[in-house]
Nanobody, 110 residues
Framework: VQLQASGGGLVQPGGSLRLSCAVS????????VNWHRQAPGKQRESVAT???????NYADSVKGRFTISRDDAKNMVYLQMNSLKPEDTAVYYC?????WGKGTLVTVSS
């Protein structure tokens, strides 16, 4: 199983980014996929989850601002991030059944 996260970058506070996670070797619609992040000097935290049934769950810190979704035809999972804050700065990772992709860096700064 391989996962590849992409879509990170530099964005101003209040801006938006959409992260993508391309999955190969497993079927996203049959698994739970998670987005995690790790900020400099901080512990890794779970940000958003989408289950095989399509149910979603979010960390309190991102609820109402982030949306996780998936495209079953493309076997991809997305994280739409709106109203970004400097404290959202982190490396973001997608994970499926303890398989992790390389992260993508999101920097929120003016």
């Amino acid at each position: 199983v391989q996962l590849q996260a992409s879509g990170g970058g530099l964005v101003q506070p209040g801006g938006s980014l959409r992260l993508s996670c391309a999955v190969s070797g497993s079927i996203v619609s049959l698994n739970t996929v998670n987005w995690h992040r790790q900020a400099p000097g901080k512990q890794r935290e779970s940000v958003a989850t989408i289950t095989f049934g399509g149910r979603t769950n979010y960390a309190d810190s991102v609820k109402g601002r982030f949306t996780i979704s998936r495209d079953d035809a493309k076997n991809m999972v997305y994280l739409q991030m709106n109203s970004l804050k400097p404290e959202d700065t982190a490396v973001y990772y997608c994970e499926l059944s303890d398989y992790w992709g390389k992260g993508t860096l999101v920097t929120v700064s003016s």
